[in-house]
Each structure stands twice: as structure tokens, then as C-alpha cells.
């Protein structure tokens, strides 16, 4: 929907920090999930030169040459490639203004900040495109950027070695609040205080009935196809 580029979502942003007190805040950018293309500037920032009107251009026909059984040439992908990689960009840039109104309300350091993705999107790296179907690493794993409020005095400006998943983020919550209960992932906490590689593992499941199952185990990752073991 061309709308949702003309969102508001900073004019609400800004409305729900004025409210006081702690607040949870959860922001969601449709983009960059296919077939949105970005606004001016970003649109065909990465393109040689620019594409025709928004109705013709391929990302928009991804699908219907897909089930078509199309096969894509290699400038056909790398056009697909750089739409994707522009609205990127553009996420990016409103990730910025979302940290920039948090300074400027002076609510940056005292925030406890989580960025991430619910699945990546396959650009033909296996004969697919989008999500949903397999759980191969361009569309099971996600950026994890997490700040922690500078009261907690944790160290900061680190890769952790150990494996986590989107699993960990409820859990982690529920640790700052004081609330010890099973579940299926562990605190984010736990994680940043192991110095090497663990035996944790991670999953990751396709849509499909029955679905296909990643596990990711240190260096190691195993794809299990159940619907023919």
C-alpha cells in the first residue's frame, strides 16, 4: 500500500513519549518487505539508472513470474537486489530520527533499546524469493542490536560469541522485571556474560505443512526437511 510511506508513525511516536512514566514502545517498518520500493531520496539510489513507473517495475511482478516458473538473469536479480537495498536505506534513516527524538527528549541513555527483524528476505541466493518457504540463512537470520540503559553498567560496544535467538527478547524482559518463569529461549543477560561459544542451540521454521527446521548449533547449521525426513 503506497500510503504506508506516508505514515505517521514519528508524529505518534513523539505523542506516546509525552505520556510519562516507563513505557513500552513497539515500532514496526513494513519496509523493507517485498514489494515495497522506498520514497525520493532513496529511491534508485543504488541503480545505474531509474527504473520506469512504479506499476512496471519488476520487484511488483516478482511473484506472479515466480509461480510462473520463471527463470531470472543475473541483471534481473541484481535489479531486485538494489530495490530491496534502498528500502533498507530508507529503514535505516527512520531508525535514525527514532534514536534522534529519544536524545533530544534526553530519553537515549536510559533506554533499553532492542533492533531487530522477523526474518530476512531470500533474493534468489537458492531459487527463492521472499520468506516463508525455507529457513536458509538469508531468510532465517536477523540483525540483534540491543542498548542497554547506561544504569546497568554493562559493557557495551561488543559482538557476543554465543548463539541467540529472537526466542531470548520475552525472556529478557521478564528478567529486568523481576519474573522467573520457564520459557522457550533464555535472557539476552545470560548471553553477554559468556566469554566463548556455547552449546545453546537456535531454530528457525518455515511456514510450510509440515514445516522445514533450522537449528543452528556454533559454526554448524542443519536444515531438516520433514515432509520427506
Known amino acids: ?102 536524545k533530544a527528549k534526553n530519553l537515549y541513555r536510559s533506554s533499553f533499546i532492542i533492533f531487530t527483524s522477523d526474518h530476512g528476505e531470500a533474493l534468489y541466493e537458492h531459487g527463492y524469493w521472499g520468506h516463508g518457504q525455507t529457513v536458509y540463512d538469508e531468510a532465517g537470520r536477523v540483525p540483534l542490536i540491543v542498548k542497554f540503559p547506561a544504569q546497568m553498567n554493562l559493557k557495551a560496544n561488543r559482538r557476543i560469541k554465543t548463539v541467540v535467538q529472537l526466542a531470548d527478547i520475552f525472556p529478557t524482559f521478564a528478567t529486568l522485571l523481576g519474573e522467573k518463569r520457564y520459557f522457550d529461549g533464555r535472557s539476552l543477560l545470560e548471553a553477554i556474560n559468556i566469554e566463548k561459544e556455547d552449546d545453546t542451540f537456535a531454530f528457525s521454521t518455515s511456514f510450510g505443512t509440515p514445516p522445514t527446521i533450522g537449528m543452528r548449533w556454533r559454526s554448524w547449521y542443519y536444515i531438516v526437511y520433514l515432509h520427506d525426513n
Open 1 to 102: 500500500d503506497p500510503r504506508y510511506l506516508e505514515n505517521n508513525i514519528f508524529k505518534f511516536f513523539d505523542q506516546w513519549l509525552e505520556t510519562g512514566g516507563p513505557l513500552f514502545t513497539y515500532v514496526h517498518f513494513r519496509a523493507p518487505h517485498f514489494p515495497i520500493v522506498p520514497p525520493p531520496p532513496f529511491l534508485d539510489m543504488y541503480k545505474n539508472k531509474k527504473s520506469g513507473p512504479k506499476k512496471d517495475r519488476l520487484i511488483f511482478r516478482l511473484k506472479k513470474l515466480a509461480e510462473e516458473g520463471h527463470r531470472f538473469t543475473p541483471d534481473e536479480i541484481q535489479d531486485i537486489i538494489d530495490d530491496y537495498d534502498s528500502a533498507i536505506r530508507y529503514v535505516d534513516s527512520q531508525v535514525g530520527e527514532l534514536i534522534d527524538t529519544l
